[in-house]
């Protein structure tokens, strides 16, 4: 009997080392992860539980600011990171698991702002932008040229400038930018999308410190493989309000 338990605990080692070893970050970002009275949820939350579970492992989910969880998953092994866009400046960086929602970002404005015109990237660069350090939609506009970009330490705090004034732009996602707007008791009709970034559109991945464990990458790669081909995905995806 002591036999087998003892060989029983070795052939569980190799999932309980996985298990404990690996990291899981994120951030406050509605619909996709939020926290609720301390519960972790929403549509990519559910979807990387999902994939956890597939896959047999267990994981905490620790919210905290975008900055911090990405250079967190930047230098740490095995740290599994959430909802992030792919873009060509981060491709090296991480180990790219899948896509597990669809996302889509607009240039937002105060709608009394009638001096702030916005019908091309062009003209949006003429006008003071507020973005978010380490976030996807500072890279991509200073990819493409715009140098009115003021930085935040948080989305939230955007959306507080641009409504007291101090920027005139911002790009947020379509999806969350309600709910976040709601959460700061602010009013939904101040605001209108001004301009859809359509280079910013399309899925949100979870990703892995470009240094993890092959075999633990692959492991999940799978299971998110699987989730997908037992319609989890849909299922997950059709609790949630969709983007038009």
């Known amino acids: 009997m002591k036999y087998f338990a003892a060989l ?23 619909p996709y992860n939020y926290q609720d009275h301390g519960v972790a949820k929403g549509l990519s939350t559910e979807m990387v539980q999902a994939v956890l579970d597939e896959a047999g492992l267990s994981a905490e989910f620790n919210f905290m600011p975008w900055a911090r969880a990405y250079k967190t998953a930047e230098i740490r092994k095995n740290t599994l990171i959430f909802s992030i866009a792919r873009i060509p400046e981060r491709e090296d960086s991480f180990i790219w698991v899948g896509e597990i929602a669809p996302y889509r970002t607009s240039l937002y404005k105060l709608r009394e702002a009638d001096h702030v015109q916005i019908g091309s990237l062009e003209e949006a660069a003429r006008h003071r932008v507020g973005v978010s350090i380490e976030d996807v939609i500072y890279t991509y506009l200073k990819r493409v040229g715009f140098e009115q970009l003021e930085l935040v330490g948080s989305d939230t705090g955007n ?5 007291g004034k101090r920027i005139d732009v911002i790009a947020y996602d379509e999806a ?20 859809r970034l359509d280079e910013l559109s399309g899925s949100l991945y979870m990703a892995m410190n470009s240094q993890s464990d092959p075999d633990l990458a692959d492991r999940l790669k799978d299971a998110l493989v699987r989730v997908h081909e037992k319609g989890i995905y849909e299922e997950i995806q059709s609790r949630y309000l969709l983007l038009n």
Do not use: C, Y
């Open 176 to 195: 969350s930018f309600g709910h976040v707007v709601r959460e700061l008791g602010l009013d939904i009709n101040q605001f209108e999308r001004a301009l």
């Open 8 to 30: 029983l605990s070795l052939l569980l080692m190799p999932m309980a080392v996985l298990a404990e070893e690996l990291m899981v970050v994120t951030e406050e970002f509605p």
């Open 159 to 163: 959306i507080r400038k641009l409504a």
